[in-house]
Each structure stands twice: as C-alpha cells, then as structure tokens.
C-alpha cells in the first residue's frame, strides 16, 4: 500500500508542474482545520477520544483547461497543524499539544461557471498526503516525590520515541508521566476525497472553501480506526 501511494505522490506531482499552452500557474495559501476521528474496530476494544487542529497551508497550483468549463487543478502543498491545552495531574501542570506538517498533492476536476463580473467553480477530486513530522510536547512543572520538575516530554506518532528533557525524579518514586503522553502510532501516508466551490474575481483572484474526507485508516494497530478530515478556506493568485 504505502509503494502505491508513493507511486501515485510521485505521479501527482509530475503532473502538478506538467506545461502546457493551456496551463496556468499560481500560488495560494489558507486556513486549514483538520479533524482525527477514532473508533473502534473489534468487540470490547476502547477508542481514544477524537481531537482537532488548526492551521494553515500554502503552495505552487497548477490549472490545466481541458474542454468547455472544464479545468484539473493540482498543486503541491504545505501544511501545518497544531493544537493546545493545559492538563493537571496531582501537582504536576502541563501545557502543550499536539504538532503535524504535511506534503499534500491534490488533483481536483475543476467546473467553472461564468457571470457578468466572475466566475464560480465547482471542484472534487481525491488528495494524496504524506506525513512529514507528528509529535505531541508537554512542559511538565510542579512537584513530585520531594522533586521540582520543570521540564518536557514529548511522543513521536510515526515512529514511537518518547523523550524525556529535565523531567527526572527519585529513582524510587513511580513514573509520574504513565498516562500523560499518547500510545498509539500513525501511518504517514493519507488519502482523502473531497469537494468545495470558488469564486474567481478579474481573471487571477482565486477565493476557495472545501471539506476532505479521509478515506485511509491511518492507525498502526489492531481493534481501532482512525481518520483525517479537514476543512480549509483560501486565497489564491493565478498568473
């Protein structure tokens, strides 16, 4: 699985900066909310608790006109996504969360509609992503076991390495940090259908909103599912 959507990354992208007489280039950038959902997939099996972040995305577009309305639109992406929160345990506090970039490749079909002063596009198409980094990090602080802790821990989702920096504590004293930092790891590669509307003002102005939904399962794992969707609005300058 992973070599085919390697393949179809490497394909994406040649066709994103393919040249032709009919081919536009451009820029665009936005706001990006992306959103995991877990569940479970055996009998008995407990999934964690979903969770959300936010972000933004930018990149090279590439807009092929191909008959009549009809355009593909692809383009390399950019993203980056986190979130925060703030947990008690005992006497310990935590601030942090959660941190994901992303290379995205999407190759929509793209309509587009033509009025007096623009034109609105209807697009759908699938969106093939490949995980870069995916990590949460925590600074821990208070007391334990007679020790100040003042320090952080942090989980790699891709590949499972916990960290510990300046969190130490009694050799005697039970780990404080069980339960604190995630368990599960990700596949990194990510494939998602989506769909979204535009409005194109002057011939280079390009405003955009779409949802994708994640049709990949991206836990490494037995007894659980997980998905990415995301939301994104953006603005975008074809030359």
Known sequence: MKNIVRGLLAAAAVLSFATTASARSGIEAGYLNSRYSFKSAAEGTAAPAGYSQDGFYAGLTQEVRLFAGFHIQTGLYYLYLTSRERREYVDLV??????????????????????????????????LSAGLVSKEKYTVAGQYA???V????????????????????PADASDP???????????????????????????????RAGYDWGLIDRYRGDGIEVNRDQFYVSVGIRF
């Open 177 to 207: 940090y069980a339960g604190m930092l995630s368990n599960w790891l990700y596949n990194r590669f990510d494939v998602q259908i989506g769909a979204g509307v535009g409005l194109e003002f002057f011939r280079f102005l390009e405003v």
């Open 94 to 127: 935590t601030n942090g969360g959660r941190t994901d970039h992303y290379l995205s490749v999407p190759i929509m079909l793209k309509y587009k509609i033509g009025l007096p002063f623009m034109k609105i596009s209807l697009f759908a198409g699938p969106t």
């Open 150 to 169: 003042n320090g952080d821990i942090s989980y790699n989702f891709y590949t499972g390495n916990v960290k510990y920096d300046g969190v130490n504590v």
């Open 146 to 148: 007679g020790a100040t």
